[in-house]
């Protein structure tokens, strides 16, 4: 089983969209549409008695969407979780995600935590390289903040007299921090969806570290009861 095809097993039979989100598709989509409808409420008080009726109207909007949430959104998922799988809690979904990754490696011919610690390193390779992406991502964002500051305190030194050079320096640090911060966000959330497979595998990786430790356990336990009863 090569580790493209685990990989993708793992992406979409044992997503948390796939266990459970997939199903409740419906209720959330009633859920937005409610909370939109009901943001009339916030806009009518605001109108009707000004500022502090708009206040009011927000916080009876507050009341509601947690009330909602719980009755459409929570309340379904775990009546989903309790038919599908026998599960009362959301805790307990990666047990169950675990059990399912273990029958499927044990029919692939991964039943032992050698076979698994091979299987692991292959895994993890993805990792290594998603790991020199980051690292990549970071310098690029350093350079460009210390071509903004070069460029600014090129600016700085132009500026006369002393007291608007204070001012300028102040605003320009303020702008370096908030290019930062932008620049982060934004390669955020590209790498979301690019490196959505790498994400995949580290976590599979850590998923199948997980199970070896369980099948040294188990083998540590059954080797201690026969020595017991021996």
Known sequence: MAGEKLIRFYRTK???????????????????????????LPLAFGLAFGMNGLWFGLLVYAILFLLCYYIVIVRKARKILWKSYRLREFKKLHMLKLCLLRNYLAKNGF?????????????????????????????????????MAALGAVFILEASPEGHRIFVAGLLALLVV??????????????????AKKRHARALARDIQELS???????????????KWS
Not at 179 to 194: P, Q
């Open 111 to 147: 039943a032992t935590s050698e076979e698994l610690a091979t299987l692991q390193k292959v895994v993890e390779e993805d990792h290594v390289f998603g790991t020199k992406n980051v690292t990549i991502k970071n310098i690029a964002t350093l350079l460009v903040v210390l071509i």
């Open 14 to 40: 044992l997503s948390n969209y796939n266990l459970i989100y997939s199903f409740m598709m419906t209720n959330i989509c009633f859920f937005g549409l409610l909370m939109i409808l009901f943001i009339a």
């Open 213 to 227: 430790a369980s099948y040294i356990m188990e083998r540590n336990t059954t080797y201690q009861h026969i020595a």
């Open 178 to 195: 908030c290019i930062a911060v932008v620049l982060r966000v934004v390669g955020y959330v590209i790498s979301h969806f690019t490196d």
